[in-house]
């Protein structure tokens, strides 16, 4: 409810991906497809709905550190509320975030290029990744924000997600960078959710990828999961 009031976050999370996949499509498209052989817009539409989707959620972290900070937390943790309910709301307004964006996004590479082999499902499954993507990564992002360094962690988050948006799978093939960083571009989490994106719009190969993306979403949740709960509980009660 108090995002549909800020403009900033319509900005960040529907207009600028948007604009961000008509600027790739516009001046790499044609170089990519002719390298690739294969049409661009299915990489580049999913490349940027993840990236919408991670930087949303450093966003949405850094929100929590100046809650922390005014004391916001401290008085919602007093009220007669469900304890869980500061991390769970936070997680729910991501994955509804994500969603939203990626409907529209898919909408423009629709213009563009974009289609869907596998019809309606097909549609319904790429939308749906980006949600699945982002709760793994919103996750590990909510355990660092909660922590009394999170500011300092999470720019350098920032930084690793700038380089991540240019070592994956969908802005070139795998095949395409050197043959000692195909391992690390092929493991790292943007690659697989990637190709399961790519998969359902084109016909390729979607179980592979797509336990690789579970296996990821999983992973940070067991990992980071209880350390967000506990940050956001000391936090809270200070």
């Known amino acids: ?9 319509l900005i960040q999370s529907i207009i600028f991906p948007a604009f961000l996949l ?11 497809t ?8 299915y990489g580049q539409t999913a490349l940027v709905a993840l990236c919408g989707a991670m930087f949303g959620a450093l966003s949405t ?15 919602f943790w007093a009220l007669p509320v469900h304890r869980a309910s500061g991390i769970g709301a936070r997680l729910i307004a991501e994955v509804c975030r994500v969603f939203a ?3 529209v996004l898919t909408l423009v590479g629709m213009a563009l290029g974009l ?3 596998h019809g309606a499902l097909g549609f319904v499954g790429f ?18 924000a909660a922590r009394g360094t999170g500011r300092a962690v999470l720019d350098s988050i920032s930084i690793v997600c700038l380089l991540l948006l240019f070592f994956n799978s969908g802005f070139a093939p795998t095949n395409h960078y050197p043959g000692w960083l195909q391992p690390v571009v092929s493991a790292q989490p943007m690659s ?6 790519r998969g359902l719009a084109d016909g390729g190969a979607i179980a592979a990828p797509m336990l690789q993306t579970l296996a990821w979403t999983f992973a940070l949740v067991g990992v980071f999961g209880w350390f967000a709960v506990r940050g956001y509980r000391r936090a809270a009660a200070e």
């Open 101 to 103: 964006g990626t409907v």
């Open 22 to 32: 008509l600027v790739f499509d516009l001046v790499l498209g044609r170089t990519l």
């Open 115 to 117: 289609r869907f082999e």
């Open 1 to 9: 409810m108090r995002w549909s009031r800020e403009p900033l976050i």
């Open 192 to 197: 697989p959710a990637i190709s399961t994106m």
């Open 61 to 75: 972290g850094l929100a929590l550190i100046e809650e922390r900070d005014s004391g916001i937390l401290s008085r």
């Open 127 to 144: 939308i749906l990744v980006p949600a699945l993507f982002t709760i793994g990564f919103a996750v590990l992002v909510l355990a660092i």
């Open 34 to 41: 002719a390298s690739a052989g294969q049409d661009s817009i």
